[in-house]
């Protein structure tokens, strides 16, 4: 049983007025205010991780010239470069400065899915019944009007990869059980699990969502899933840390997989999604790596299950997941929403993300590659 508490006690205002980390005369952007945690000892619904900084009255604040870069940074690529250029919408807000990093993303009709890792720093919403923090991994539910709901994952795995596969009715998503902190008792191999999607519309806010896991084929010699994108009957699974991608056919309904290729990936993959446009077969890839650096959009064209490079979109820093949309177009979200990179809680605040993207980007397909 999972219950939510309300874990700060109070939110300080570091001014007097809002400061927006991206101009908002359009009136399409969403304003963030940017606040610190209380994490006195006394709250005894804080991590431990974050009590332990405390005893060096450890400041949660962003400063204000770092604030002013994002900023400054923010407004030149919404307006200066093809990622501006073909933003159609940015204005579905989720989680912002919390305990979670936004890594997967897929859209099924009118619904737009986004899977979190806990970070453990930053503040915590879901807690245990005996107090203690549930480190869950979660993905979150946004329609039309905004949240949805929110179901956590029966792991606290990096969650990656989420995509959807229509012809077999199923939801997929990476796990890894070396860093499963819930299930420590599996083996260390690369896993995906995937749940059915009317199981999954049928949980409630908040409920556990169980899923069935499958290994890799004996192929395979990925070391880690770290991310996943479905096409057709088909079903592609990156490894981040050797720059690997496998394509396997999925087969018995979606719930086996037969090897089919490898490709050699750009190097810091995070995200990918595979698509048709004109005729043709792309793959666009997700890069990113460090808080301080932008990170890019790069697009291969594939022939005969080669890899050619296509263009290559620079974007603001620490993206994840690139998906296809309900129209056709990309859709991509950013990890530096999560206050451990906000605000550097795992450094001192010494090292912030020069960007704060807090919500899901949409790019035009036809600008994208036409740019």
Same mark, same amino acid.
Request: net charge negative; charged share 20%; glycine share 6%.
């Given at each position: 049983?999972?219950?939510?508490?309300?874990?700060?006690?109070?939110?300080?205002?570091?001014?007097?007025?809002?400061?927006?980390?991206?101009?908002?005369?359009?009136?399409?952007?969403?304003?963030?205010?940017?606040?610190?945690?209380?994490?006195?000892?006394?709250?005894?619904?804080?991590?431990?991780?974050?009590?332990? #900084?405390?005893?060096?009255?450890?400041?949660?604040?962003?400063?204000?010239?770092?604030?002013?870069?994002?900023?400054?940074?923010?407004?030149?690529?919404?307006?200066?470069?093809?990622?501006?250029?073909?933003?159609?919408?940015?204005?579905?807000?989720?989680?912002?400065?919390?305990?979670?990093?936004?890594?997967?993303?897929?859209?099924?009709?009118?619904?737009?899915?986004?899977?979190?890792?806990?970070?453990?720093?930053?503040?915590?919403?879901?807690?245990?019944?005996?107090?203690?923090?549930?480190?869950?991994?979660?993905?979150?539910?946004?329609?039309?009007?905004?949240?949805?709901?929110?179901?956590?994952?029966?792991?606290?795995?990096?969650?990656?990869?989420?995509?959807?596969?229509?012809?077999?009715?199923?939801?997929?998503?990476?796990?890894?059980?070396?860093?499963?902190?819930?299930?420590?008792?599996?083996?260390?191999?690369?896993?995906?699990?995937?749940?059915?999607?009317?199981?999954?519309?049928?949980?409630?806010?908040?409920?556990?969502?169980?899923?069935?896991?499958?290994?890799?084929?004996?192929?395979?010699?990925?070391?880690?899933?770290?991310?996943?994108?479905?096409?057709?009957?088909?079903?592609?699974?990156?490894?981040?840390?050797?720059?690997?991608?496998?394509?396997?056919?999925?087969?018995? #309904?979606?719930?086996?997989?037969?090897?089919?290729?490898?490709?050699?990936?750009?190097?810091?993959?995070?995200?990918?999604?595979?698509?048709?446009?004109?005729?043709?077969?792309?793959?666009?890839?997700?890069?990113?790596?460090?808080?301080?650096?932008?990170?890019?959009?790069?697009?291969?064209?594939?022939?005969?299950?080669?890899?050619? #490079?296509?263009?290559?979109?620079?974007?603001?820093?620490?993206?994840?997941?690139?998906?296809?949309?309900?129209?056709?177009?990309?859709?991509?979200?950013?990890?530096?929403?999560?206050?451990?990179?906000?605000?550097?809680?795992?450094?001192?605040?010494?090292?912030?993300?020069?960007?704060?993207?807090?919500?899901?980007?949409?790019?035009?397909?036809?600008?994208?590659?036409?740019?």
């Amino acid at each position: 049983m999972v219950k939510i508490i309300n874990t700060v006690n109070e939110k300080i205002k570091i001014s007097d007025k809002n400061i927006n980390t991206i101009d908002t005369s359009d009136n399409k952007h969403p304003q963030v205010e940017i606040q610190k945690l209380d994490v006195s000892s006394e709250n005894k619904y804080v991590p431990e991780e974050l009590k332990l #900084n405390t005893d060096n009255n450890y400041d949660y604040t962003v400063s204000i010239s770092k604030l002013e870069a994002s900023k400054d940074r923010l407004n030149s690529f919404f307006n200066n470069n093809t990622f501006a250029n073909s933003l159609i919408s940015y204005d579905l807000k989720i989680h912002t400065d919390s305990c979670y990093a936004s890594q997967g993303c897929c859209q099924i009709g009118d619904v737009t899915q986004v899977s979190s890792y806990n970070t453990g720093y930053g503040n915590q919403i879901y807690y245990n019944n005996d107090g203690t923090v549930d480190y869950s991994s979660i993905i979150e539910f946004f329609d039309s009007e905004g949240h949805q709901k929110t179901l956590l994952l029966d792991n606290t795995c990096h969650v990656g990869g989420l995509s959807y596969s229509e012809n077999f009715n199923t939801l997929y998503i990476t796990e890894y059980a070396a860093n499963d902190k819930k299930n420590s008792g599996k083996n260390n191999k690369p896993t995906i699990c995937y749940y059915d999607i009317d199981y999954v519309a049928s949980l409630g806010d908040g409920e556990v969502l169980k899923g069935t896991s499958i290994e890799l084929p004996k192929e395979s010699s990925l070391t880690h899933a770290s991310y996943l994108t479905v096409n057709d009957n088909y079903l592609y699974v990156g490894d981040f840390h050797t720059n690997r991608l496998e394509k396997y056919e999925l087969i018995n #309904n979606g719930k086996s997989l037969n090897y089919v290729c490898s490709y050699n990936t750009p190097n810091s993959t995070q995200g990918l999604c595979v698509y048709n446009y004109q005729g043709e077969e792309y793959i666009a890839f997700s890069c990113s790596e460090g808080r301080t650096k932008d990170s890019n959009l790069i697009i291969m064209s594939t022939e005969s299950n080669q890899l050619s #490079n296509f263009k290559t979109i620079k974007m603001p820093c620490l993206s994840e997941q690139v998906s296809i949309d309900k129209d056709g177009n990309f859709m991509i979200v950013f990890e530096n929403d999560t206050a451990k990179y906000q605000e550097g809680l795992d450094n001192d605040g010494s090292k912030c993300s020069t960007d704060v993207i807090d919500f899901v980007c949409h790019l035009d397909m036809d600008k994208v590659m036409n740019s």
